[in-house]
């Protein structure tokens, strides 16, 4: 068994011209005609709003406007809160009545962020106190560092095997 299915939209639009209107003709086409056309069998409710999208825009939406009426689908005095608030959490968005309670969580954290770096800087300081000692090897990457390390303990090495006299 198959089963094939095709979805349509479909504008026809004529434009007579009024002579004395204050509208110039040059400014509209007399006859306008889009139809477009998807196979429906497997489109998803995302890929049906995408055509529907494509649809408004050539019959002159704006792209803003499109948006707009898509959340007025969601977030409307219609549609109950619980499913708003699932879609805000998909989405990651905050709805007006929240805003309080986020900004207050966000003053918590930021009070327990300032608490942790006053404690940091109590216990460890804020910088090395030698920092002259660490801006000497600032230039050097790590591995110039083994290189001269290797180099210091092998010269290292062969003064204390000469000292002994096995040379």
């Given at each position: 068994?198959?089963?094939?299915?095709?979805?349509?939209?479909?504008?026809?639009?004529?434009?007579?011209h009024?002579?004395?209107?204050?509208?110039?003709?040059?400014?509209?086409?007399?006859?306008?005609?889009?139809?477009?056309?998807?196979?429906?069998?497997?489109?998803?409710?995302?890929?049906?709003?995408?055509?529907?999208?494509?649809?408004?825009?050539?019959?002159?939406?704006?792209?803003?406007?499109?948006?707009s009426?898509?959340?007025?689908?969601?977030?409307?005095?219609?549609?109950?809160?619980?499913?708003?608030?699932?879609?805000?959490?998909?989405?990651?968005?905050?709805?007006?009545?929240?805003?309080?309670?986020?900004?207050?969580?966000?003053?918590?954290?930021?009070?327990?962020?300032?608490?942790?770096n006053?404690?940091?800087?109590?216990?460890?300081?804020?910088?090395?106190?030698?920092?002259?000692?660490?801006?000497?090897?600032?230039?050097?990457?790590?591995?110039?560092?083994?290189?001269?390390?290797?180099?210091?303990?092998?010269?290292?090495?062969?003064?204390?095997?000469?000292?002994?006299?096995?040379?």
């Amino acid at each position: 068994m198959t089963y094939e299915a095709e979805v349509q939209f479909k504008f026809d639009a004529t434009y007579t011209h009024t002579y004395g209107s204050f509208l110039d003709a040059d400014d509209y086409i007399p006859e306008e005609h889009y139809k477009i056309t998807a196979p429906a069998a497997d489109l998803n409710a995302k890929q049906y709003f995408k055509l529907f999208e494509k649809f408004m825009l050539c019959v002159g939406m704006t792209p803003e406007s499109i948006r707009s009426a898509a959340m007025s689908l969601v977030f409307n005095d219609y549609t109950n809160e619980e499913e708003q608030r699932k879609v805000c959490k998909e989405y990651e968005l905050t709805m007006d009545e929240d805003l309080e309670k986020k900004y207050q969580d966000f003053k918590e954290r930021d009070a327990q962020w300032e608490k942790l770096n006053a404690h940091y800087e109590n216990n460890f300081g804020s910088e090395p106190k030698d920092w002259g000692r660490f801006q000497h090897f600032a230039k050097y990457t790590d591995d110039d560092l083994k290189k001269m390390r290797t180099m210091y303990d092998t010269l290292y090495s062969e003064d204390v095997d000469s000292a002994d006299g096995v040379a």
